[in-house]
């Protein structure tokens, strides 16, 4: 079974400042996706990037980023220029290729709480 | 707006009794989840459908049960509640086939059990 590990239950970065959340993951696939999604306060869950396991390039979304080491089976997401909205909770998630399959789940790790210092 | 709309989006109930949380997914969409995240807790799987058939359970408590209808919404049962079971749940959609990977999550229903 894929597990995805957060260790940091929580960050702080100054307003405007780049900050680096960390992410593992454990599988035995070779082709996979990698999220993250962000949890304001109000609860919803928004995705905020997205990575495909086959293609080498990290994925980039306007100030988020991502750095993909798939042999280490690492997926950090930097968020530049930090803002006062992005304070959040942040999950990383991993779901396998199979889109109707019985393991077609996300599997997300603890979370991570980001405050952002104004 | 992610295009799935759950409901109620709060409730508050007693010990012992039986709620129904609704969810209607992305228009499109075939599959459905559900996830529980408690407080401080991380999202925990508790069951997939997709086109009306469950594809897979986690941790799903006996006294909970779900179904999709052939409109493609989704109903969460949670009977005989207990002070533990007060959570937020959400529901997500994706779509079968042609789909970017990732789910589209409801606004969630807060329970609280009393």
């Known amino acids: 079974a894929q597990t995805v590990t957060q260790s940091q239950p929580e960050m702080s970065v100054q307003e405007a400042e780049t900050v680096t959340l960390s992410c593992t993951y454990d599988?035995?696939?070779?082709?996979?996706?990698l999220f993250w999604y962000k949890q304001p306060p109000s609860r919803q869950m928004i995705l905020v990037i997205r990575?495909?396991?086959?293609?080498?390039q990290n994925a980039t979304e306007n100030r988020f980023s991502v750095n993909f080491q798939k042999a280490a089976k690492s997926f950090s997401l930097k968020i530049s220029d930090s803002q006062l909205g992005d304070a959040a909770m942040y999950f990383c998630?991993?779901?396998?290729?199979?889109?109707?399959?019985?393991?077609?789940?996300?599997?997300f790790g603890k979370g991570i709480t980001l405050s952002v210092r104004p | 707006d992610s295009g799935v709309t759950q409901t109620p989006k709060h409730l508050i109930t007693a010990t012992g009794q039986r709620v129904t949380l609704r969810c209607s997914p992305r228009?499109?969409?075939?599959?459905v989840y559900w996830y529980q995240q408690s407080l401080d807790q991380g999202l925990q799987f508790l069951i997939h459908?997709?086109?009306?058939?469950?594809?897979a359970k986690g941790n799903i408590l006996e006294r909970f049960s779900a179904q999709q209808f052939p409109d493609l919404h989704s109903e969460l049962n949670l009977s005989s509640l207990e002070l533990g079971d007060s959570a937020l749940y959400f529901c997500?959609?994706?779509?079968?086939?042609?789909?970017?990977?990732?789910?589209?999550f409801g606004e969630g229903s807060r329970l609280t059990v009393l």
């Open positions: 998630a991993y779901r396998s290729p199979s889109f109707t399959g019985a393991n077609s789940k996300l599997t």
């Open positions: 459908y997709y086109n009306g058939e469950e594809r």
């Open positions: 599988t035995s696939e070779s082709d996979y996706y």
């Open positions: 997500a959609s994706s779509v079968g086939t042609l789909t970017t990977g990732e789910l589209f």
């Open positions: 990575q495909e396991a086959y293609k080498q």
């Open positions: 228009s499109g969409d075939l599959s």
